[in-house]
């Protein structure tokens, strides 16, 4: 992953395709915090670099950042991003690894989902035997409390 040591003008830097961090932010909907946060847990190589110290991103890295933020955007966890970079970058990769993580991710998914649904129920039913009125007892505050 390491880049060399090219050290041009943001101008001649443009001219050659890079893009300064607020540009790569805009092109893929990534937070230059986030792309500095990725860049730093090395999601993402570190960025080129200009005369001036301003960071450099390339379209491959345009298209990296918009693979973490496709796979954030469907819940996968740092690690998982990780590893699907790790396979995404690997010719050899077996596409039954993927699959894997993918159907793992899928399992957790669901059961976070029956988690809620299951908390949605209990509020549910807790907000039903309510009254909602000026008095002060109240169903939710006794679960809540362990009464």
């Known amino acids: 992953m390491p880049r060399p040591a090219i050290r041009p003008e943001l101008s001649e830097a443009r001219e050659q395709g890079f893009h300064n961090i607020g540009e790569a932010a805009a092109l893929t909907g990534v937070s230059a915090k986030m792309i500095r946060h990725y860049e730093s847990i090395g999601l993402v190589p570190p960025a080129s670099r200009t005369f001036a110290n301003y960071r450099l991103y ?3 890295d345009l298209h990296r950042l918009r693979f973490i933020k496709r796979a954030r955007n469907l819940g996968f966890s740092m690690k998982q991003i990780e590893q699907l970079l790790g396979l995404w970058s690997d010719p050899g990769r077996s596409s039954a690894e993927v699959k894997r993580l993918a159907q793992a991710h899928v399992d957790e ?3 976070r ?19 909602g009125d000026h008095r002060p ?7 809540l ?3």
């Open 137 to 143: 007892d109240c169903p939710i505050l006794d679960d």
């Open 145 to 147: 409390a362990g009464a």
């Open 58 to 60: 390339n379209d491959a």
């Open 109 to 111: 998914l669901e059961t």
């Open 113 to 131: 989902i029956r988690e809620m649904q299951a908390m949605q129920r209990s509020l549910q039913a807790l907000a039903r035997h309510c009254h």
